[in-house]
């Protein structure tokens, strides 16, 4: 009888006293370092989502063991950070004890998945060896000048009462508690990425991602090349500074955009509206990011009367106006406004009456846009007049001196004016902006800086590392803009590090991406309290060889990571400037077609099904879902169904081999060597399959080839020698302990294995033994079938007719009846009407 509970307990127990889940980090000589994505440790414990990832994760790292590697699978938690602290406050306790018993809970959920974890290198972010280096790690930012202090327009949730950045703000919401997003004047720590963001990009080409989240970072980084060109303001020595990514557009600017920040940096005492045009600077701060937007939000603006610009090319007076769909952060602030050719512009011109004057030629239309040749005309006659919007390619016209020009030659060409006549230059810009890492949050590294009234901002010495983390009774936000800390006289009131004077702490902590974008790094060094990071580790073991996780974590985590081992290496810390050689994004769970969720009562607890089916029955059934890249639908049938097959492959182990031949049934010779001739390349091909399954980390199918095999060899058991039912169990054993790896042992050991099964080498096959030399052809008789035989792959319908009728049992059937016809269908069957 399959006991799942105390085999699991048997095989834990083994585990942890042999420490065979613990290389030796500096004698490993065929490393493999395998990682799954930073866990959080949620007050509600592991939930099988989080299952999903780690058994596909520890799955290929068996695999990779049992091909001989050293493999590094270590765990923690990333327990620092908003969704804990608020967690807390809900529930009425204090964080610092709600994060002792998550640890103990989720730690011990993940020892009853049976992941082959090293126990004796965890890491978890709230604990002091582990901060005091996140600190070290911001100091080594601020000397090397990407560390610093600025004020500026930052999201401001109303609810968490901190800031976020801006890859934690999605559709105008915090990502963690869904509340609307405001825009808020303040000073805070930035990381400066965007100094990286041409190697983030650059490396984008070459890395082992997923296409999908390489995809993301790079439209995050936003990359777009044109042109700075400066339009000087009239009756003014200054100039108006915009990018374009379309410079042969130029000559059909009408009018300028600022963003209505950018407007405080100009001279308003000519402007006319005064009062009209702070009224609506102060409206559009208030919007966030996405708001302002928003394409189907109608476009509002204010012209900045009094002032004008000139275009530098034909030297023409050009309007200004402010609108909010201009934002400061990208490009310089300021849009050329070519209406003619741009939808935004076209919008807002036709809505307040601005020139629209079309530059581009618009007779390729019909092409790029598919427009029925009927109708093109028309649409080309609106398109001049200015009644259509024309976006895309095609030659210059009415735009002086590249006039006639495609638009690669035209772009070139303007360029080259610009610079030569110092009107502009080329130029490459980025959406991405610097990384806000300040949290008005108690449950956070505190930032290790402090402010002198006569040295200004002054960080903490290294040998005063870590800032400890001050207990607190009352830890709540009071959104007041500083961080609960700052309540705590003690941990505020200190001593300048440079003068020695009376000076403040810092009291904003930092963002726990800043805590995960490096704890791979400390998991190779966990024991070492005097430097975070092991070099000739470093060299040995990182990259991480394959990293598991979230696509959706494309623009948040993974960016930060890469960015922070950029800065390493510059720093001589390391050699290299990727983390991971390969990121393998997966899909998400859902139940019954639906998104799991508290609300919709939907959520499936593993533990639960693990006391029920035992947890190699829900790690098989997890990675048979279907393809890891895309996710699953979990359904409590599939579950139950997965189990039966369990129950099946149990019982091929339940008997002794030598029994099974007593109940053998009597077969001729022929008949028994053609069985086991077939049981070898079933053998052979499904170790083929599914080494080529799992290392194209395709679980569910690779699992498939196993049942298959599991089903012919249940079916034969008792028609085959005791000598191969013990090998063919013995390699079966092998095969499903990476998906199933209590199961796993214990076939091993039944099989007459001493140690465990994972210091085992993965089985072998041999090409010819693999391949289908014979096929089983169906004979039938009128449709039914009579008998099955052993021929060649490539038997042709005359030879299978042939041998069909030499059979004893299909001459009985004939007898003197006449054979109307034959159907034969290659690799399959015959069928004989008579």
């Known amino acids: 009888m399959y006991d799942h509970k105390k085999i699991e307990e048997k095989w834990q127990k083994k585990w942890a006293g042999s420490k065979i889940y613990s290389p030796d980090l500096d004698k490993a000589k065929k490393p493999f370092y395998n990682l799954m994505m930073f866990p959080y440790p949620s007050a509600e414990g592991l939930h099988v989502g989080n299952m999903y990832a780690f058994v596909h994760s520890d799955c290929l790292g068996r695999f990779k063991r049992l091909e001989g590697y050293d493999v590094f699978e270590p765990i923690g938690l990333d327990g620092f950070g908003i969704h804990s602290e608020n967690y807390a406050i809900k529930i009425g306790e204090h964080i610092r004890d709600v994060s002792r018993r998550t640890e103990k809970h989720f730690y011990q959920q993940l020892h009853m998945i049976g992941n082959q974890y090293d126990w004796t290198r965890t890491v978890e972010t709230y604990k002091e060896d582990y901060y005091k280096w996140t600190q070290w790690l911001f100091l080594k930012m601020h000397k090397k000048g990407l560390a610093y202090r600025k004020k500026a327009p930052v999201n401001w949730c109303l609810s968490c009462k901190t ?8 559709s105008g919401k915090c990502e963690r508690c869904g509340t609307q997003v405001v825009k808020k004047q303040m000073a805070q720590w930035f990381f400066g990425i965007t100094k990286y963001a041409k190697r983030l990009l650059k490396n984008l080409n070459w ?12 439209n995050w980084i936003g990359q777009s090349q044109g042109a700075l060109i400066d339009f000087p303001v009239l009756e003014s020595k200054k100039k108006i500074r ?20 950018m407007a405080e940096e100009l001279d308003l005492s000519r402007v006319s509206n005064q009062a009209q045009v702070k009224k609506y600077i102060s409206r559009s701060k208030k919007k966030t990011e996405q708001q302002r937007l928003e394409e189907k939000r109608e476009k509002t603006g204010v012209e900045l009367r009094g002032l004008q610009a000139v275009n530098p090319l034909n030297n023409e007076k050009i309007p200004v106006w402010i609108a909010d769909y201009a934002l400061k952060e990208y490009g310089t602030g300021a849009i050329m406004a070519v209406p003619a050719h741009d939808g935004r512009d076209f919008e807002f011109a036709k809505k307040y009456g601005l020139e629209i004057k079309c530059v581009v030629d618009p007779s390729e239309y019909r092409l790029v846009a598919k427009v029925p040749s009927e109708d093109f005309q028309e649409i080309v006659e609106e398109i001049l007049k200015g009644k259509k919007c024309y976006e895309y390619k095609g030659r210059a016209i009415n735009s002086g001196l590249i006039n006639g020009l495609e638009t690669k030659q035209a772009i070139r060409k303007i360029i080259k004016y610009l610079e030569k006549n110092k009107l502009g230059r080329r130029a490459t810009t980025y959406k991405l902006r610097d990384w806000c890492v300040s949290r008005q949050r108690y449950w956070g590294p ?40 700052n309540k705590v006289a003690d941990f505020v009131k200190t001593k300048c590090p440079k003068c020695g004077g009376a000076a403040r702490r810092e009291t904003d902590v930092s963002d726990p ?22 070099k000739s580790r470093m060299k040995k073991w990182m990259p991480v060889d ?20 950029m800065v390493l290496k510059d720093l001589g810390y390391i050699d290299f400037e990727e983390p991971f050689s390969k990121f393998f994004g997966h899909g998400l769970i859902v139940k019954d077609g639906a998104k799991m969720s508290k609300s919709k009562g939907n959520i499936v607890n593993p533990d639960e099904y693990i006391e029920r089916f035992g947890a190699d029955s829900v790690r098989l059934y997890l990675m048979f879902l279907g393809d890891a890249r ?25 008997n002794d081999v030598n029994a099974l031949s007593l109940t053998r049934k009597k077969i001729k010779g022929a008949e028994k060597g053609d069985l086991e001739k077939t049981g070898i390349r079933k053998l052979h091909s499904t170790i083929k399959k599914v080494t080529r399954d799992l290392n194209r980390m395709s679980f569910n199918t690779a699992i498939a080839r196993i049942m298959e095999l599991v089903n012919w060899l249940g079916r034969e058991k008792s028609n085959l020698s005791p000598d191969f039912n013990n ?44 391949r289908k030399k014979e096929i089983e052809l169906v004979i039938q008789v009128n449709g039914k079938l009579r008998l099955k035989i052993l021929t060649g792959v490539n038997i042709t319908a005359q030879e299978a007719r042939k041998k069909a009728l030499e059979q004893e049992r299909i001459k009985e059937l004939i007898a003197d009846k006449k054979i109307k016809k034959v159907i034969f269908v290659k690799g399959r069957l015959i069928n004989i009407v008579i």
């Open 242 to 261: 915009v990018f374009t990514t379309r410079p042969d557009t130029v000559f059909g600017a009408t009018y300028l955009v600022l963003a209505p920040e």
């Open 446 to 485: 505190p930032i290790p800086m402090i402010e002198c009234e006569e040295c200004g901002w002054v960080p903490v010495k290294e040998k005063d590392l870590p800032v400890r983390l001050p207990d607190m009774d009352s830890f709540h936000p009071d959104g007041s803009g500083k961080g609960p800390l």
């Open 207 to 218: 890395i082992d991602w997923t296409e999908e989240v390489k995809l993301g970072q790079k």
């Open 513 to 534: 991406f800043v805590d995960s974008s490096w704890y791979f790094f400390r998991y190779l060094n966990t024991n070492d309290d005097k430097q975070p990071l092991n």
């Open 630 to 654: 895309q996710g699953g639908d979990w359904k409590d049938a599939g579950m139950a169904g997965m189990f039966r097959f369990v129950k099946r492959l149990w019982r091929l182990y339940e």
């Open 546 to 565: 394959l990293y598991f996780g979230g696509k959706e974590h494309a623009v948040l985590h993974l960016l930060y990571a890469r960015f922070v081992t």
């Open 163 to 170: 800031v976020l950045s801006d890859e934690q703000v999605i």
């Open 727 to 770: 090998r063919a169990r013995k390699i079966l054993a092998v095969l499903i302990s990476p998906f199933a790896p209590y199961l796993g042992e214990e076939f091993w050991q039944k099989t007459g294995g001493r140690e465990s099964v994972f210091k085992e080498k993965w089985p072998e096959f041999k090409e010819e033994l693999a």
